[in-house]
């Protein structure tokens, strides 16, 4: 089994919105509607960013969304601010009680 | 608030055997939850390494299966990892995380990690 694919870095400016997108296959990503994200500043714990694709935890602002089209799911920052800086993972179940993360992308805001 | 703290040894030899345990502060770990272990190696992604239940249940990553034993004291309210035969890739930053049923796939919240060097 293979990490999700995500793009290894992407940038915007402060108020502009970005996409990381997650790509697996339809055993994973495209196969259950249970892809989480998560935010990583470096030496903190991993927070839950989205959970079941488009689902946002309490707590979370509204500025952070997920979707799903086949086998890619994709989250999406709008007004980007400066503490959204961080690496971002996507993280999907893969079946027979299975989990693959995906490679990391790092977010840098311009 | 549920915190989740790892502990164990910061250096470990190669081929010997990595111990890691995560104690579990104001939530109980027999509740209807499962517990995580994942770990992340020097400038790479997260890696599942995989899930215990209360009921002594476990899920590996196929990965890692024939080395990854895991167990669980609800006395201390606390679970372990062990990885045995270990060699330099297996330096990483360890977490562990609570874990959702439904969806296998939500962790929240986690451990702030702990650092593994394999190196002798």
Same mark, same amino acid.
């Given at each position: +089994?293979?990490?999700?694919?995500? #793009?290894?870095?992407? &940038? =915007? *400016?402060?108020?502009?919105?970005?996409?990381?997108?997650?790509?697996?296959?339809?055993?994973?990503?495209?196969?259950?509607?249970?892809?989480?994200?998560?935010?990583?500043?470096?030496?903190?714990?991993?927070?839950?960013?989205?959970?079941?694709?488009? +689902?946002?935890?309490?707590?979370? #602002?509204?500025?952070? &969304? =997920? *979707?799903?089209?086949?086998?890619?799911?994709?989250?999406?920052?709008?007004?980007?601010?400066?503490?959204?800086?961080?690496?971002?993972?996507?993280?999907?179940?893969?079946?027979?009680?299975?989990?693959?993360?995906?490679?990391?992308?790092?977010?840098?805001?311009? | 608030?549920?915190?989740?703290?790892?502990?164990?040894?910061?250096?470990?030899?190669?081929?010997?055997?990595?111990?890691?345990?995560?104690?579990?502060?104001?939530?109980?770990?027999?509740?209807?939850?499962?517990?995580?272990?994942?770990?992340?190696?020097?400038?790479?992604?997260?890696?599942?390494?995989?899930?215990?239940?209360?009921?002594?249940?476990?899920?590996?990553?196929?990965?890692?299966?024939?080395?990854?034993?895991?167990?669980?004291?609800?006395?201390?309210?606390?679970?372990?990892?062990?990885?045995?035969?270990?060699?330099?890739?297996?330096?990483?930053?360890?977490?562990?995380?609570?874990?959702?049923?439904?969806?296998?796939?939500?962790?929240?919240?986690?451990?702030?990690?702990?650092?593994?060097?394999?190196?002798?």
């Amino acid at each position: +089994q293979s990490a999700l694919t995500q #793009p290894r870095s992407v &940038s =915007g *400016s402060p108020g502009q919105s970005v996409t990381i997108s997650c790509t697996g296959t339809s055993s994973d990503v495209g196969g259950y509607n249970y892809v989480s994200w998560y935010q990583h500043h470096p030496g903190k714990a991993p927070k839950l960013m989205i959970y079941d694709v488009t +689902q946002r935890p309490s707590g979370v #602002p509204d500025r952070f &969304s =997920g *979707s799903k089209s086949g086998n890619t799911a994709s989250l999406t920052i709008s007004g980007l601010q400066a503490d959204d800086e961080a690496d971002y993972y996507c993280c999907s179940y893969a079946g027979s009680y299975n989990v693959l993360f995906g490679g990391g992308t790092k977010l840098t805001v311009l | 608030q549920v915190q989740l703290q790892e502990s164990g040894p910061g250096l470990v030899k190669p081929s010997e055997t990595l111990s890691l345990t995560c104690a579990v502060s104001d939530f109980s770990i027999s509740s209807s939850y499962y517990w995580g272990w994942i770990r992340q190696p020097p400038g790479k992604g997260l890696e599942w390494i995989g899930t215990i239940y209360h009921s002594g249940s476990t899920y590996y990553n196929p990965s890692l299966k024939s080395r990854v034993t895991f167990s669980l004291d609800t006395s201390k309210n606390q679970f372990s990892l062990r990885l045995s035969s270990v060699t330099a890739a297996d330096t990483a930053m360890y977490y562990c995380a609570r874990q959702r049923m439904t969806g296998f796939n939500w962790f929240d919240p986690w451990g702030l990690g702990t650092l593994v060097t394999v190196s002798s």
